[in-house]
């Protein structure tokens, strides 16, 4: 069982990597970097958002480009990693966060197309993902045991807010995201969330705290420098969190969450029976 993994900024590479070799991938979406190796025993495929040198901003991400590689290079479950600026006061900067809901109201893309890989009518795969939770629990799991047994401190739960980069929130709007719950935000793990799922591939989110957001402590806002900091901190964190948590999936069976119900029939995901006329636990969008 191979795992995909989604890092962000300040993670462009996977330290302990081994046996590490670059592959191009081609979708319909463009063609992706996905980086094929090992780590902690366990076979793991890799795919940087914003590449080296952090040449793609959040607006650049190809996201139907980068979900739809993993699939197709053999991951049975991805695990996205993102630095996060806390909404709620009490995550601990330098903290790990394992969400367990999501605040995505735009559903839409950098280019401000409606974020599905169900783009055409009359498509035969065409679907919704209908759920209760957005992320495996499995998935999850899976890396609040791999956080706890390396001495990180985490959060077990948190809404994760997707916001619009590449610009910072203003006050209001962290007031406006705080009302609704959000714990942590961040611009790119909201269209990875949604288009896993209409994939069936299991999905979990971890993020790493490196500012408060704008207004959340009175006085002066998280100095930049504590920020650049933090983030270079962060690579270390995800890396040792991943090590436990890779092989610890790939030696299971992470199921999906909630229901991709087709037109004319429902593939059932995450222990549900499917009902009688169900496509095939394979059957997804031409990618």
Do not use: K
């Not at 790990?96 to 035969?124: K, M, Q, W, Y």
């Not at 998280?222 to 964190?237: I, N, Y």
Request: glycine residues 12%.
């Amino acid at each position: 069982m191979a795992v995909g993994i989604i890092t962000g900024s300040g993670t462009y590479a996977l330290p302990d990597f081994v046996d590490a070799t670059a592959e191009q991938v081609g979708t319909r979406w463009g063609e992706v970097t996905v980086t094929r190796g090992r780590l902690g025993g366990a076979e793991a495929l890799h795919v940087s958002r914003h590449g080296p040198g952090h040449a793609r901003l959040s607006n650049h991400v190809a996201f139907r480009a980068n979900v739809a590689a993993l699939r197709q290079a053999g991951a049975d479950c991805v695990i996205g990693c993102t630095a996060c600026g806390a909404v709620d006061p009490a995550v601990e900067l330098g903290s790990l966060v394992v969400f367990d809901d999501l605040h995505f109201l735009a559903n839409r893309l950098p280019d401000g197309e409606i974020c599905t890989f169900f783009s055409e009518p009359g498509d035969p795969a065409r679907a919704h993902w209908i759920y209760q939770d957005p992320f495996s629990a499995d998935v999850r799991d899976a890396l609040l045991a791999a956080a706890r047994n390396g001495g990180r401190t985490v959060r077990d739960g948190g809404c994760y807010g997707h916001v619009d980069g590449p610009r910072f929130n203003t006050r209001a709007e962290i007031r406006g995201l705080a009302a609704c719950g959000v714990t942590a935000v961040s611009q790119t793990g909201g269209p990875e969330t949604v288009l896993c799922g209409e994939l069936a591939l299991p999905y979990a989110l971890i993020g790493f705290a490196t500012d408060y957001a704008n207004g959340v402590l009175p006085g002066e806002p998280t100095p930049v420098q504590e920020l650049t900091r933090l983030l270079a901190a962060s690579s270390g964190a995800f890396a040792a969190t991943l090590a436990r948590a890779v092989p610890a999936l790939a030696a299971a069976s992470p199921a999906p969450t909630g229901v991709v119900y087709r037109i004319g029939g429902a593939v059932a995901r995450g222990g549900a029976a499917a009902p009688a006329g169900a496509r095939s636990r394979n059957a997804s969008p031409r990618l």
